[in-house]
């Protein structure tokens, strides 16, 4: 079955190529709802891939990050604004400020077959932000460290990162449902 991964972002398509081969690469720039409810978001780029190519059996994904330093109500599906405004230390700063370092990260990946049903799919990891010497304004990868862990994202190997990323649970999940 050949699905399409719909993304311009060749990181995330290698992480998740690596958990289902048999993804295919479909890049677009999906014009992206802003809203604080990210299984909205998703299934608005699922209908919009849809619209835009015809194709059948795509998947689309967005992550959120929460931040106990915002009750774990933010930055949530608005984590790429907050990294192009404060970057990631920024985010490490305001964590710091109020002594309050701990995240999770959520992958809300939704798979659209060829009848146009959409099913959502989501992986959670637990972590704590901690202070990196990188700062970067598109990846938070650098300050996230998963609880047990180590390393943070940034610092594992893509094998070791997709054992236990939100994005590596959510695509499981997917790979269960397709059975796969």
Known sequence: MEIFYVTSNDGKFLEASKLLPA????SLNLEEVQSL????????KALSAIKQTGAENLVVDDVSIYLEAFDYKLPGPLIK????SIGSKGIW?????????GAFAVCTLCYA???GKIKVFTGKVKGKVVKSNINSNKSWDYIFMPEGE???FAQMSLSEK????HRGIAIQK???YLRI
């Open 113 to 115: 077959d060829k009848r």
């Open 93 to 101: 700063d305001t964590a710091k400020k109020f002594k309050k370092y």
């Open 23 to 26: 993804l295919k690469k479909l």
């Open 81 to 84: 604004w907050f990294l192009l």
């Open 37 to 44: 409810d990210p299984v909205e978001i998703a299934k608005n």
């Open 174 to 176: 997917l790979k269960k």
């Open 162 to 165: 997709n054992k236990i990323s």
């Open 150 to 152: 180590v390393k943070t």
